[in-house]
């Protein structure tokens, strides 16, 4: 009996612990206002920067689901989708995003954002092209108060949350802001680099007083690396020339330095890929990535595993990316399409 206790006491309080991390990291990331970080870069193009939009030249759509960190009760869960095309009488692509993203239990914490872009397209050289583009965004911060949050005064030692908060909810549970973006995208025929700026005007989405986001700059670039030199491999299974493609993907916000070294193997219609990442006082995680890529669909699954020190309580994250690229329309195809990673 006395054991029976005890092993309950000990469940209990390991339950108690891990919810608590959840709320604090929770919390700590609404108050850093850092932004949702995905593995798979360039299966979300539009995300990573809006000079990105139409440059497929050809009708886009990009799904994601992201679940970070489901070891915690705060995990972080994020849905994303986008579609983009090249438009001839606009000189350029144009694009749309939707996404929503959910922290805490059953999403005590949610954020919506809907973002459309115009990114203007020239020519520099024979083989040097130009986007650039820019996001207007509207986003919506909703706290769920009354439901699924917790705090350190509602816990019994012996019986968990128990109790009552003395916690007092913002006078506004859901916050409106508009949200503004802008990118700018360079290509050569085996190479691609990009600079991008989001929260240019800072919104305030605090809730009790203002805590505005700060900027996010973005360098990303990387380059094709042809392994043999034959246009086709001549294979029983019909695999395409193998391509190393080495990335690197630099992100600052709020006096956070987030590093991304990446490299792909593209053996059509295969790609599988390893990412390291780390911030500006640690490591973070490796990033582990395949995906199938035919015709005018593509899958691609990642796992990021955790090198700090919350490797033994996040349970790493997970991202499946699914991408669908409709038919070129005839007048359109004289546009040379931008050449980037699949995932």
Not at 7 to 30: D, P
Not at 166 to 180: K, Q
Not at 202 to 216: G, I, T
Not at 268 to 288: E, K, Q, S, Y
Request: aromatic share 14%; net charge neutral.
């Amino acid at each position: 009996m006395i054991i029976g206790q005890i092993m309950s006491k000990t469940l209990l309080q390991g339950k108690m612990k891990k919810a608590l991390a959840g709320i604090l990291l929770m919390f700590s990331a609404a108050a850093g206002a850092q932004d949702i970080g995905f593995s798979q870069f360039y299966a979300n193009p539009l995300y990573l920067n809006p000079g990105f939009a139409g440059s497929a030249i050809a009708p886009r759509i990009s799904l994601t689901y992201r679940a970070q960190w489901p070891g915690l009760v705060s995990a972080f869960t994020t849905v994303s989708a986008s579609y983009d095309q090249y438009v001839d009488e606009l000189h350029g692509g144009i694009g749309a995003i939707v996404m929503t993203d959910r922290q805490g239990d059953h999403g005590a914490l949610s954020t919506n954002m809907l973002g459309l872009m115009y990114a203007f397209r020239f020519q520099l050289s024979r083989d040097i092209f130009i986007s650039a583009g820019l996001q207007a965004s509207l986003v919506n911060n909703a706290l769920n108060w009354s439901n699924y949050l917790r705090f350190p005064d509602q816990i019994d030692q012996e019986l968990g949350f128990s109790y009552a908060t003395g916690a007092t909810p913002p006078s506004n549970l859901s916050r409106w802001s508009a949200d503004f973006n802008a990118g700018v995208l360079v290509s050569g025929s085996q190479w691609y680099a990009g600079l991008s700026a989001s929260h240019l005007t800072q919104p305030n989405q605090a809730f009790y007083s203002e805590d505005r986001v700060p900027m996010k700059i973005t360098v990303h670039g990387g380059g094709f690396l042809n392994v043999s030199e034959e246009s086709r491999r001549q294979s029983s299974l019909g695999l395409g020339t193998p391509v190393v493609s080495p990335n690197l993907v630099y992100q600052y916000q709020g006096g956070f330095h987030y590093f991304n070294y990446g490299l792909y193997l593209d053996w059509m219609p295969f790609l599988v890929g390893v990412w390291f990442r780390h911030g500006t006082h640690n490591a973070d995680a490796f990033i582990f990535q395949v995906g199938v890529q035919q015709d005018y669909f593509k899958v691609g699954y990642s796992y990021d595993v955790t090198v700090s020190k919350l490797a033994n309580s996040t349970a790493g994250a997970h991202e499946l990316t699914v991408g669908i690229m409709l038919p070129v329309p005839e007048h359109k195809k004289k546009v040379k399409a931008i050449r980037c990673p699949s995932f």
